[in-house]
């Protein structure tokens, strides 16, 4: 059994992830890249770094659940068990909910819940914030919304800018996720038994 990150930008946190994967012997490998942009930067580094990836066209299917279906395929083929959402900008419906309860992961760079969706450096830069900071969880049928696993704050500091604040944002992610992640690859973290996931109504 293995992992399986989703990205769909630049895929810092999936190298940071494999780097650590790799230097702490996790007992199960990061085995694939799955991209739903095929022009992700995610998927250089993946060819770098030698992990298996693959690229899928989401406007090319019919719907999300056709779409996941086929997602679902490629994950049964590389034997996934975890999924690691490292921006991966789209929601994930019910197909890979349901295959996967308890056991697809999301990073979002904010003390959630405040600052959820697209931009949440920007927004809490925008805010005025002094804290910030990154949250992983699991993930659930809304938008950066499931229950919380780990956080870790970051001080906005007078003199940031975006892109300041941003790599003090992804300095912290970069240690957390993996940290999270393995804790529950070792049984530090028990997840919650998978049929305590209720899907709220079905959503396309
Ligand atoms: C990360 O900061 C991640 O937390 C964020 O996208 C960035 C991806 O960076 N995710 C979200 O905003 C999810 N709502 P990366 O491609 O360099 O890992």
Known sequence: MSIAVFASGSGSNFEALVE????????????????????????????????PAVAFHPKEYKDKAAYEQDVLHCLQEHNIEW???????????????????????????SLLPAFQGKDAVRQALEYGVRWTGVTVHWVDEG????????????????????????????????NLYPAVMYKLLT???????????ELKEEQQ
């Open 20 to 51: 650590r994967s790799r230097k702490q012997h996790w007992p199960q490998p990061i085995s694939l890249l799955l991209c739903d942009k095929p022009q992700a930067k995610a998927l250089e580094r993946a060819e770098r770094l030698r992990v």
């Open 83 to 109: 999924i690691m959402l490292a921006g991966y900008m789209r929601l994930v419906g019910p197909t890979l909910l349901e295959a996967y309860p308890w056991r697809i992961l999301n990073i979002h760079p």
């Open 143 to 174: 938008m950066d919304t499931g229950p919380i696993l780990d956080q870790k704050p970051v001080l906005v500091e007078p003199h940031d800018t975006m892109e300041t604040l941003q790599r003090k944002v992804q300095f912290v992610e970069h």
């Open 187 to 197: 049984g530090r973290i028990l997840p919650p038994d998978p049929s305590s996931m």
